[in-house]
């Protein structure tokens, strides 16, 4: 036995949690009875070999309760999952994050404080998932509400000290297992109070910077200055994982829970089946050591990505789906596993060449679909349900598809943090809550979402009607915004194309259900007149009533498009001063930004004699930078208005004026590195 449990004989009853690992050779028979409670809630599933079994209640052998409510939860309609504990290693691989934080705290004689914390955050349809995990450990930790899904949380003393004995005996084996003991390093640190020391506290702020991949990009604080902590510091190079064995299957089962996808592409009568894990290019060796554990599979390299995909109908058939039949997986990809067994069944038998086939199939992915995205409102009798809001379904349609344009492979679906990012700006969670985060609010954010397509219209759109009485949109922007004219491309339909002799991309659509969709959806949303003058033309073609725009208020999500558009964030190399502007051929459009986010406009007479909207003032910025929370960036400008906190935090500490050779200024320059090359971040 590997994990501690008391048996009061006196009394004949369990009083106390316990595990017991049933891969050990255990003879209940001679403690217990045979025909006792305990015995058979023991033997319960004594055949099931390397798994877990929590008991959690006061049993005896006079206890008429039946033996298999032990293991129900808050629900009544759901049970636990019995995970066994490799499963629940692989899934810690995926989802699991492991935090230290630095807390200012006078309290503490060094003036800080310390908190080590292991987290999973899931969907909420993810909570009996969580739920197991959490017996299957023995009751620690706790769940609770986090944004729009759940957390299950490991942070006092006593239970990380169980976590990390279980960790240590069912080891991770991705890079995130450096992580792990660089937080038990922490911990012992932390446990024999070594942090209340100057000592302890500086190696805990090098293991803090090395839990955030290098020492340079610690932010050092005006505090951690004055205890003379960061000349101490020593640089630390972070460790690799070398032997990454998959010991058990149930790893891979529990893994895939975690960051596996399920993909079915249907075009025309031709159908196409997929399975995905995609992971840093850190974990390429372990992604290619699928290709033999499994037999089949090739991996796919895409900038920092690589991806493990399985798409030849005879290895799923005969070697993928009848593997993860034994190792099952859990949670939600558990459901998208048994719709993509239907449609590989469906597809083996030629059914798809028929029209009533090609229409289950259809239904399948649309059901797939609604695994991932429909909240917790609905019930889970609703989940294969025929109704849903058909604009959800055509927003994620082509959640995964592939292109080429200027010799950048980006890969387009609902796993790819470009589109989700893009859609709802959420940035550390979970794969799971990534993907998930249109649920009972999707109407209000796919409104936002129209609001930022006529901001983007407005600034870099033209509707076209040509004599023959054609009508079309076209969309012209930077290469580095692909990713934008994506959203848009698989929303409406439409094609991408590169400009001839210069680094833009061309967005086109002339397709008429299409364009009918995208103008009844920023109809009473364009501001700029040129542009109002154009709808209305294909309005009147088409016999839509015209509607002009309402007063521009504060939250509207028009503005975030106009400055995907003509919008730049600069930092001004003379006096290190950030700003924020928009230029326009007219002031028109730019008045009303002075009124609702502040700033000035003034005459630019460059080459091009323009308007510019202009902010420097730090609580302006920081103010846009908290609405672009809510109405976020879609195109590569996001990646410098997220470095904006970083600049301040550096600028205040005066990072920039450091002395040649510290951290401090090393913390600077790889800052700066990263805000003048975000405009070559194609990552995924």
């Known amino acids: 036995q590997k994990w501690p449990f008391k048996f009061n004989l006196m009394q004949q009853a369990i009083s106390e949690k316990f595990i017991i690992n049933l891969s050990d050779t255990l003879d209940v028979s001679c403690i217990f009875p045979e025909n006792s409670k305990i015995f058979n809630l023991l033997f319960l599933n004594f055949n099931e070999c ?11 052998t006079s206890n008429k309760e039946s033996c298999s409510n032990s293991l129900e939860l808050g629900t009544k309609s759901q049970k636990a999952y019995k995970l066994n504990p490799f499963f629940i290693t692989g899934f810690f691989d995926a989802e699991g994050s492991f ?9 503490y004689k060094t003036g800080w404080g310390v908190n080590l914390t292991f987290s999973v955050v899931l969907h909420k349809k993810d909570l009996v998932l969580l739920e197991s995990i959490k017996l299957a450990l023995g009751e620690i930790g706790n769940i609770s509400n986090y944004v729009n899904g759940i957390q299950f949380r490991i942070r006092s003393k006593s239970e990380l000290k169980i976590l990390i004995k279980f960790l240590d005996e069912f080891s991770l084996i991705t890079q995130k297992r450096v992580d792990y003991l660089n937080l038990k390093e922490a911990f012992e640190i932390y446990s024999n109070k070594l942090h209340l020391t100057f000592e302890g506290l500086e190696k805990l702020f090098e293991i803090k910077a090395i839990l ?14 004055n205890k003379k902590l960061i000349n101490n510091i020593k640089p630390i190079v972070r460790a690799v994982v070398v032997d990454q064995i998959i010991k058990s299957s149930h790893w891979l089962a529990g893994f895939t829970s975690g960051d596996g996808g399920f993909y079915i592409q249907i075009q025309g009568n031709k159908v196409s089946l997929k399975f995905y894990i995609s992971q840093h290019q850190r974990d390429k060796a372990l992604l290619e050591s699928f290709i033999s554990y499994l037999g089949c599979g090739r991996i796919v ?21 009848p593997f993860f039949k034994n190792y099952s997986s859990h949670g939600i990809k558990s459901l998208d596993f048994q719709d993509f067994c239907e449609a590989t069944r469906l597809i083996k038998a030629k059914e798809h060449l028929t029209q009533e086939g090609l229409n289950k199939i259809k239904e399948i992915k649309e059901k797939m679909i609604r695994n991932r995205l429909l909240g917790d409102n609905n019930k889970d009798s609703d989940y294969h349900s025929p109704k849903i809001k058909q604009s959800t379904i055509n927003l994620f349609k082509r959640n995964y598809s ?7 492979k980006i890969l387009l679906n609902l796993n790819n943090s470009q589109v989700t990012k893009a859609l709802y700006s959420q940035v550390g969670t979970s794969e799971t809550i990534r993907l998930l985060n249109i649920n009972t609010n999707s109407n209000y954010k796919y409104k936002k979402l129209k609001e930022w397509l006529a901001g983007l219209i407005d600034g870099d759109g033209c509707f076209q009607l040509s004599k023959k009485g054609y009508a079309s949109l076209e969309i012209t922007m930077d290469i580095r915004d692909e990713h934008a004219l994506q959203i848009i491309k698989n929303i409406y339909g439409g094609s991408i194309k590169l400009r001839s002799g210069a680094n833009a991309l061309r967005y086109r659509l002339h397709h008429k259900s299409g364009l009918l969709k995208l103008i009844n959806d920023i109809n009473g949303l364009i501001r700029n007149s040129n542009r109002l003058v154009q709808l209305k033309k294909i309005c009147d073609k088409y016999q839509i009533n015209f509607i002009y725009p309402e007063e521009l208020i504060y939250e509207n999500g028009w503005f975030s498009g106009l400055f995907d558009s003509d919008g730049t964030v600069t930092i001004n190399k003379t006096n290190t001063q950030l700003s924020i502007s928009v230029s326009q051929k007219t002031s028109e459009l730019l008045l009303p930004l002075v009124k609702l986010y502040g700033g000035y406009i003034y005459i630019d007479n460059g080459n091009n004699k323009s308007f510019k909207w202009y902010i420097t003032k730090r609580e302006d910025i920081l103010n846009l930078v908290e609405y672009f929370k809510n109405h976020p960036s879609r195109s590569a400008k996001k990646n410098r208005l997220h470095l904006i906190p970083k600049f301040y935090d550096l600028k205040d500490i005066k990072a920039h004026k450091a002395i040649s050779g510290t951290y401090l200024e090393k913390s600077w320059n790889y800052f700066y590195k990263k805000w003048l090359n975000y405009e070559n971040n194609f990552s995924l």
């Open 50 to 60: 390397n798994s877990y079994l929590l008991i959690h209640r006061n049993y005896s």
């Open 99 to 107: 935090i230290l934080s630095l807390i200012k705290d006078s309290k």
């Open 212 to 225: 955030n991949k290098d020492i340079s990009q610690f932010s050092y604080t005006k505090e951690a200055l």
């Open 301 to 321: 390299i895409s900038n920092a990505l690589n991806v493990f995909v399985v798409t030849k109908l005879i290895d799923i058939e005969e070697k993928f789906i």
């Open 402 to 408: 592939s292109m080429y344009t200027f010799k950048v």
